[in-house]
Each structure stands twice: as structure tokens, then as C-alpha cells.
């Protein structure tokens, strides 16, 4: 067998661990480290790469920008833990309730909103089953629908700034954060559109799938709705512009504004007299695991990815990408149905850190723009919360559906908005100007 060939089987190792259900930094890890010692006796890899592995680790524990990643999974559970989420539903479901579809309109406005306001995608599909999935299914909404908008909108803090898919893209491309923040804005506003589109479009074909609120269930005092949507609206508004706004401003790094959104979710919490010790346990429960998690899979991703060059996997899947026919195009349709058919069995975490090391160098070679290179992996990355069996976003669900919900109906129910994220995916790679718009 061939050092190259040795590559190979160490990949295809690392993906059985995975697929058996064997935590993936452990997977990533562990391969690397079993494969090592293997190739040394083989005499298929330098002893010298090992130098290397102490450094590879302490540069992830050294690197500022990954540390973003608590600060915004903080900003983002405190937000949703002091009820944020609850007061956007109820108020926005009111303010559309009387429009045919309204109640799945508000779950997109919503969705949108969380997305930009906290970008933890557990938490918002989780918030907005509790809360809008019986309510519709009691105003007569087909289940399909209900389920399929709700796990859908609920994803939108993938590609939303800020992303922390973005923020570990940024890391493993080379590009800035700020920059993958603005290029993915539009992308991601026009995914929300398409959306709103397609609940709109239900609601006209299918009147009583999506039916409008019945007279009685709707707000009777027009002034006093409106000081609700300006009370509930305002403040996350404000926190969003002001985090946002500073990094496409270039007054404060990713790091520094996640800092100050942290801070931020903390004073509105405590104006609203909801910042409870339980409420900043939880969320530093959340925070402390969700970080370890990332931080886990990056040195197991950086051991695998050292490992794996030293044996010449990066150059024969360089070379392996390069002969494929299109150029550019070739290239990206050949990454986009793998990261897509991945999405169907591992989650968008595993996919970055053990298919992104392995094609951002091809995407180099054959210059492919890594802005949009990012836009484009983290709109396919979207995807996998939402592809059977394995969609996240399904899994979370269905853990706070009703028994009148079937898994067979959320199933069914995300079909069309994977084909409207296939749709949107489309379009950014054809029209790359809806990422260098604001992301130049």
C-alpha cells in the first residue's frame, strides 16, 4: 500500500468511528494518533510531524478569534432563557394573526430575528415549538406546514449573523470573521424571504392549511398591540445594531463584540427583571458546554488534519479534485453534494472540521474567491439540520411536538424547505454579488 493510499484508509477509518456513533473528537483524535505510530514503523511518515502537534494544539487554545465562540453561545442562551423568544412569539403572531398564513409569517419574522439576536439554533427551534406549534395546530394549520416552518426558521442562525458556524469557518478558511458576517447577511435575509414566500404561497393555494386568526383571537386595541411590538421589537433591535454594527463598522472585533453582546443580554435580562442565579447558571452551563464541544473537535480536526498531511492525503485529494471536468464549477458541485449527502447523517460541526481542512486548499489552487467560498459552505452546512434522519432541527422538535404531531409529518413537513435551501444554495453560487455586496 502507498503513503497516499495510506491517507485514504485513515480517512475512511475516521468515518466509520463517526458513523458508528463514536464521539467525533475522539474519532478525529484517536485515528490520527493510532495511524501515527503505524506509519512511522511503515516508514510512510516523518517523525518530525510530531513537532508540530503541541504547537497545532496551543495555537487552537491561543487563537482570539475562536474566542467569539462563548461569548456569542452566551449572548445568545441568556436572551433566550429570560424569555426573549416568548414575548417575539406572542407579539408577532398577534400582529400577524389577522393575515391568511400569519401565524407561519410570524415564526419566519421570528426565526429571523432569534437568528440575528442569538444564533443558537437548539434553542429557537426549541422555543418556537413549545410556543407557536400548538397555537397553530389550535387555529387549524396543517401539521406539515407548522412543523416544516418552525424547524426550517429555526436554522436561520446558521448563516444569520452572528454565526458561530461563520466564526469557525473564518478560522478554517483564512478570512475574516467581519467579512463572512457581511458577505452571508443578504444570503441569509433572502433564505427568510424565500421562506415568507412559500408560506404566503400556501396560504393562497391552500386556505385551510394556513387559515388567518378568527376574530376573537385578535388583538382588539391596535395602540396598545403596537406599544407591545415596539416593547418587544426595540431591545433585541438595538443589541443586534450594535453588535453587528460594530464589526462592519471596524470599531470592535468579533471577540470584543461578542464581549459586549454578552454584557448586553445580561442588562436586558435585568431589566426585565428576569436575570435570576438560575437563569446565568443555565446559561453558563450551556455556554461552557457548547465551547468545550468545539474546542474538542478542532484539536481532534488540527491532530487529524497534521496527521493526514503527513501521509500526502491533503495532495492526493488535492490532485483527486483538480482532474475533476468545470474547473470551478466541477469543484463546487463536487463539495456541495458532499457536504449536502454528509448533512444527512452527521452534524455541521463534524462536516467543517473534517471536510473543510480537506477542500479549502483545492479551493485555493483553483482560486476560488474564500469569501464566498464560506458563504456557500455555510449555506450547505444550514442544510443538515434539516435533512433526515439525522436533522438536528428535527430531533429538537420533536422533543417538545405534541403526540397529534407525527415524526412522519415533521419529516415531510421540512421536504419543501431543504428544496428552498437547495434553491437559495443556487443562487449564491450563481450570483456571487450577493455576498460581495456587502462582504467586499
Known sequence: ???????????????LFIFSGFPVAFALGGTALAFMPVGIWLGYFD????????????????????????FFIFMGTMLEKSG??????????????GLRGGLAL????????????????????????????????????????????????GTLGQIIPPSIVLIVLGDQLGVSVGSLFLGSVLPGLALSGMYAAYAGA????RPKAAPALPPEARAKDRADLARRVGLVMIPPLFLILAVLGSIFAGIATPTEAGA??????????????????????????????????????????????????????????????????????????????????????????????????????????????????GVIIAMNLQTSFLTPPFGFSLFYLRG????????????????????????????????PDLVHLLGA
Open 1 to 15: 500500500m502507498s503513503v497516499d493510499w495510506f491517507g485514504g484508509v485513515m480517512f475512511l477509518v475516521t468515518l
Open 260 to 373: 459586549f453582546g454578552a454584557v448586553g443580554a445580561m442588562l436586558l435580562a435585568a431589566v426585565n427583571g428576569r436575570l435570576r442565579l438560575k437563569t446565568l447558571i443555565g446559561t453558563m452551563d450551556v455556554s461552557v458546554r457548547l465551547t468545550s464541544m468545539v474546542i474538542f473537535i478542532l484539536v481532534g480536526s488540527r491532530a487529524f488534519s497534521l496527521v493526514f498531511r503527513g501521509f500526502n492525503g491533503d495532495l492526493w485529494v488535492d490532485s483527486f479534485l483538480t482532474a475533476m471536468p468545470g474547473g470551478q464549477i466541477g469543484f463546487l458541485l463536487i463539495a456541495n453534494l458532499v457536504i449536502f449527502i454528509l448533512g444527512f447523517f452527521i452534524d455541521f460541526f463534524e462536516i467543517a472540521f473534517i471536510v473543510l481542512p480537506l477542500l479549502a486548499p483545492t479551493a485555493q489552487h483553483l482560486g476560488v474567491d474564500m469569501l464566498w467560498f
Open 106 to 153: 410570524s415564526v419566519v419574522v421570528v426565526g429571523t430575528l432569534l437568528a440575528a439576536a442569538t444564533g443558537v439554533v437548539g434553542a429557537t427551534v426549541v422555543a418556537m415549538g413549545m410556543i407557536s406549534l400548538p397555537v397553530m395546530m389550535r387555529y387549524g394549520y396543517d401539521n406539515r406546514l407548522s412543523a416544516g416552518i418552525i424547524s426550517a426558521a
Open 47 to 70: 517523525a518530525a510531524w510530531l513537532q508540530a502537534l503541541p504547537q497545532q494544539v496551543f495555537r487552537i487554545m491561543d487563537n482570539y478569534t475562536l474566542l467569539a465562540v462563548p
Open 400 to 431: 417538545v411536538a405534541p403526540p397529534a404531531v407525527t415524526t412522519g409529518q415533521i419529516y415531510s413537513g421540512v421536504v419543501p424547505f431543504i428544496c428552498i435551501q437547495v434553491i437559495g444554495l443556487a443562487l449564491v453560487i450563481a450570483f
Open 84 to 97: 426573549l423568544a416568548e414575548d417575539l412569539l406572542k407579539t408577532m403572531g398577534q400582529l400577524f394573526g
Open 202 to 205: 400556501v396560504a393562497v393555494s
